[in-house]
């Protein structure tokens, strides 16, 4: 049976709602801490967990949290499949299950890991992964691809071939035709576009201070909107000195390119000349001659 959020169990705090989201930093931590705590690693999904786990998760979550059960259960369920990704992890380093049950990991019982072991080297689990992996590569691979060819559409139309993030972001946003995916979306754009309208350089800001962040918010450690997978502020910033030395590069590339063209082309102007030259030259000849001729035989 499951507890009712009525149930006096001391102080708890109530987590303010915006409309975005939930305050994570506030809620988020304590919820994650008891899924990772006290459910066992060994179910294949949320669905298998006994329900006697669960209320003990929720009455866990209650002691310094009042929340609404669904949104709860939501969150401990995420929080408790990161934690099966982290020990996937940990399982995939040894190639044998007799070295993986023999190096588990420090914060998880022998007995439950060992039962995570076995659970993962059945061959149904196996499959799942397989497919699991390869569905998640197709769908980023696809993603990827059309992102791509729409920014090399806007590099071209770009006089200096470079492209802000602010105008990667409403072009991936938004369909072939300009329409916008969405009511949210269109909102958002709306409000990039206009404050883009009032004052273009704008869009040469910083990543905290372009319209994307003013808008949508600036984004967070794992990633940097419109930017790709993988690409974190740290990586963006640490890459900064190396692509302005790359452009650099580039631009005296071709404008050694250039001069290299230019120097190539004068051999090909003088061989034209010459043969020009040549050509006048054995005209001459040919008229001198016929002179001579003529000459000759008027002695005659």
């Given amino acids: 049976m499951i507890l009712s959020p ?15 989201r939930c305050n994570i930093k506030v809620c988020h931590n304590s919820r994650a801490q008891v899924a990772r705590t006290h459910c066992p690693p060994m179910y294949k999904d949320w ?23 669904i949104r709860s259960l939501r969150k401990l369920n995420t929080a408790w499949k990161q934690k099966k990704y982290e020990l996937r992890k940990v399982y995939d380093m040894y190639p044998t299950d007799a070295e993986r049950k023999r190096n588990g990991p420090k914060k998880v019982k022998k007995e439950e890991w060992e039962e995570f072991v076995d659970m993962c080297s059945t061959e149904g689990d196996k499959i ?27 590099s071209k139309d770009s006089p200096t071939g470079e492209v802000s993030r602010t105008q990667g972001y409403v072009a991936t ?33 910083d990543l905290d201070n372009d319209p994307v962040a003013m808008v949508i918010g600036r984004d967070g450690r ?24 790359a ?31 040549e050509d006048e030259v054995a005209d001459l000849k040919r008229q001198s001659s016929g002179l001579g001729n003529a000459s000759q035989v008027i002695i005659c």
């Fill in 47 to 69: 669905a298998e967990v006994p329900v006697l786990t669960k209320d003990e998760l929720w009455k866990d979550v209650l002691e310094e949290n009042d929340l609404p059960l």
């Fill in 6 to 20: 009525s149930v006096h169990l001391g102080p708890r705090f109530l987590p303010s709602f915006t409309y975005w």
């Fill in 222 to 245: 794992g990633r940097v909107r419109c930017l790709g997978g993988g690409v974190t502020k740290t990586v963006y910033h640490a890459s900064a000195p190396y692509k302005e030395i």
């Fill in 173 to 205: 946003h938004t369909r072939k035709d300009g329409s916008f995916i969405n009511t949210e979306t269109r909102q958002s754009l709306e409000e990039i576009n206009r404050l883009v309208s009032i004052e273009p350089d704008i869009v040469e800001r």
């Fill in 247 to 277: 452009q650099r590069e580039k631009r005296v590339h071709e404008s050694s390119e250039s001069g290299y063209e230019a120097v190539m082309a004068r051999p090909d102007e003088a061989d034209k000349a010459r043969k020009i030259l």
């Fill in 128 to 154: 799942k992964r397989c497919n699991g992996k390869l569905a998640r590569e197709n769908m980023k691979t696809h993603i990827q691809l059309v992102e791509w060819e729409q920014l090399q559409l806007l």
